[in-house]
């Protein structure tokens, strides 16, 4: 009886032996970011990898169908949007956890054109010239570079001539590559997006005192299943390296 005791003893200190020493289950997150963040966010994605055997996995895209796919109940655990109103849309709904929401970054417009353009711009009311006859700008009725874009043009009462003239593509990815290509005479982006690409050149600067204020809010989706893992990635974005990152691309870190 002892000798069966003990041995019962021996299994019961081996069986948790195991379940002490056994490494914690590596998870992957999906996070549903604006296209202009794809460059920074993959690198502070593969530091953030080195670091543990957790995964992170990116879907890029406009900020508007990103939130869409989220309120349809696409998988998400972070989403990262280019402006509040999306982000807005989804708490209003209930589809964010809202105690993890934070505003995190800021950006600027950039008026672009190819890099051998001959054509001389100078400020957005060149775009009003005749030779100036396709300009890219992301959906300007819901993806956010879009919005801030005609915003701006509007207050400089410069919309109504240009309107015609708008070539509406899905992001501002889309918009840069046309403006690489192209096949349009100039484009507004975001100045980080300009800073990556040898194709373009920047013509004009929006003054961000005149320019939409532009914010960047991220926040951990509320039927996320790995909130646990999405709050550590958040909390390596919002440390040391994440903020290097996201400088080294151009954005302004917010306090």
Same mark, same amino acid.
């Given at each position: 009886?002892?000798?069966?005791?003990?041995?019962?003893?021996?299994?019961?200190?081996?069986?948790?032996?195991?379940?002490?020493?056994?490494?914690?289950?590596?998870?992957? &997150?999906?996070? @549903? $970011?604006?296209?202009?963040?794809? %460059?920074? =966010?993959?690198?502070? /994605?593969?530091?953030?990898?080195? +670091?543990?055997?957790?995964?992170?996995?990116?879907?890029?895209?406009?900020?508007?169908?990103?939130?869409?796919?989220?309120?349809?109940?696409?998988?998400?655990? &972070?989403?990262? @949007? $280019?402006?509040?109103?999306?982000? %807005?849309? =989804?708490?209003?709904? /209930?589809?964010?956890?809202?105690? +993890?929401?934070?505003?995190?970054?800021?950006?600027?417009?950039?008026?672009?054109?190819?890099?051998?353009?001959?054509?001389?711009?100078?400020?957005?009311?060149?775009?009003?010239?005749?030779?100036?006859?396709?300009?890219?700008?992301?959906?300007?009725?819901?993806?956010?570079?879009?919005?801030?874009?005609?915003?701006?043009?509007?207050?400089?009462?410069?919309?109504?001539?240009?309107?015609?003239?708008?070539?509406?593509?899905?992001?501002?990815?889309?918009?840069?590559?046309?403006?690489?290509?192209?096949?349009?005479?100039?484009g507004f982006v975001y100045k980080t997006?300009?800073?990556?690409?040898?194709?373009?050149?920047?013509?004009?600067?929006?003054?961000?005192?005149?320019?939409?204020?532009?914010?960047?809010?991220?926040?951990?989706?509320?039927?996320?299943?790995?909130?646990?893992?999405?709050?550590?990635?958040?909390?390596?974005?919002?440390?040391?390296?994440?903020?290097?990152?996201?400088?080294?691309?151009?954005?302004?870190?917010?306090?």
């Open positions: 009886m002892r000798a069966a005791k003990k041995f019962c003893s021996i299994g019961i200190f081996f069986v948790l032996a195991l379940s002490f020493s056994s490494p914690i289950k590596a998870e992957e &997150i999906i996070v @549903s $970011a604006a296209a202009s963040l794809t %460059d920074a =966010l993959k690198e502070i /994605g593969k530091a953030y990898e080195s +670091t543990n055997k957790n995964k992170v996995r990116f879907n890029f895209g406009a900020s508007s169908e990103l939130a869409r796919q989220i309120d349809e109940g696409a998988p998400a655990d &972070i989403f990262f @949007s $280019a402006d509040l109103e999306k982000m %807005d849309i =989804l708490a209003k709904k /209930g589809r964010i956890d809202s105690a +993890t929401r934070r505003n995190l970054l800021s950006n600027q417009l950039v008026l672009v054109v190819p890099s051998d353009s001959k054509v001389a711009v100078r400020s957005p009311k060149d775009l009003l010239r005749p030779e100036m006859q396709r300009i890219a700008l992301a959906q300007p009725e819901t993806v956010p570079v879009g919005i801030y874009s005609r915003k701006y043009l509007e207050s400089e009462g410069l919309w109504e001539g240009v309107a015609s003239k708008i070539v509406p593509v899905l992001d501002v990815r889309a918009t840069l590559a046309a403006v690489e290509s192209g096949n349009v005479d100039a997006d300009a800073a990556i690409s040898k194709k373009v050149k920047v013509v004009y600067e929006v003054p961000i005192d005149k320019g939409p204020k532009i914010l960047y809010p991220v926040a951990v989706v509320r039927e996320s299943k790995r909130k646990e893992t999405a709050r550590d990635f958040l909390q390596f974005v919002y440390g040391k390296t994440g903020k290097s990152t996201f400088e080294k691309y151009g954005f302004v870190v917010l306090p």
